[in-house]
């Protein structure tokens, strides 16, 4: 009997966590997925009482779309670009913070760290300031190494606009990813530094031959983080910047969703938007997974 009492508490003890975490699971995630589902088979503003069901239609004329498609491949260049471009960064800063003696580590380390403490939309009203054609911080220092004044509109062309967008990403990010790697680096014993140092390795063997293969785990929950966040809220950088133009070029799925859902009231049409965004964030996360699959060290 005790035994059995025993057991009972324990599992009613695990149920007071588990019950409130999947009660607000289902509420927050589970619930809205089942919404969008069900008003994407509708034809709906969004303000009327009245809805008509069209089955898939809204997902045929998505895949007929050309902005979707074009939103689709803005949503992956900016998903690799910051992969590449807050990863390489992020490490190089966590290892120069950790490996070497900087007497200003600390205050780096602030320094970094200080975009993401800053709201995306500052951040994007700040670098629109930065590419302004005639007060632009960029147009200005590009000025002192010409005659003429420099008044190069950055957001208003639609064959490299979006490539704009990389930069303000990529440097909204790096603070955050860069203090999840100095944790990391830090937790790497600093014997076998030592012993690779005696052994005659120079700093970038010890980099390819310890660092990265220790703290591999991390770098992958990172670059897996940093898809999950580009595809579900580069919305508002893109937004804040840009609004989808010039020509909606800069469309990302997030930001053609608010447009259709809140500009033009096709409340259907957006939930199907949102459904392609939840599939593609479910996919690329598996395809990221199995690409990412490393034997992993463990500290001995």
Do not use: C
């Amino acid at each position: 009997m005790k035994s059995v009492s025993e057991k009972l508490q324990r599992n009613l003890f695990i149920a007071t966590f588990i019950v409130p975490t999947l009660v607000f699971f289902f509420i927050f995630t589970i619930y809205p997925v089942i919404q969008a589902l069900y008003y994407s088979m509708f034809d709906w503003s969004g303000m009327s009482d009245t809805k008509d069901f069209i089955g898939f239609d809204n997902f045929v004329n998505m895949f007929k779309d050309p902005i979707v498609l074009r939103a689709i491949g803005n949503d992956y260049l900016l998903v690799a670009g910051k992969i590449v471009g807050i990863m390489v960064l992020a490490t190089f800063f966590a290892v120069a913070l950790t490996r070497f003696n900087f007497k200003l580590a600390g205050f780096f380390r602030s320094i970094f760290f200080i975009p993401n403490v800053i709201s995306v939309v500052v951040i994007g009203v700040l670098w629109n300031f930065i590419y302004n054609p005639q007060i632009g911080f960029l147009n200005g220092f590009l000025s002192l190494f010409t005659e003429e004044k420099v008044t190069i509109a950055w957001l208003g062309f639609t064959s490299h606009t979006i490539y704009m967008l990389l930069p303000p990403a990529i440097w909204a990010g790096i603070g955050f990813y860069m203090i999840l790697m100095i944790a990391a680096i830090q937790n790497i014993p600093e014997s076998y530094y030592e012993a690779a140092q005696l052994e005659g390795a120079s700093q970038w063997m010890q980099f390819k031959s310890i660092t990265v293969p220790l703290i591999w785990e991390q770098m992958k929950v990172s670059i897996i983080n940093i898809m999950m966040t580009t595809l579900n809220g580069s919305f508002v950088i893109v937004w804040i910047m840009t609004e989808g133009g010039p020509d909606n070029s800069t469309h990302v799925m997030g930001s053609y969703l608010y447009q259709m859902a809140f500009r033009q009231y096709h409340f259907g049409y957006a939930a199907a938007i949102g459904v392609l965004i939840l599939v593609l964030s479910l996919i690329t996360t598996v395809i990221l997974q199995r690409l990412l699959r490393h034997e992993s060290v463990e500290l001995s």
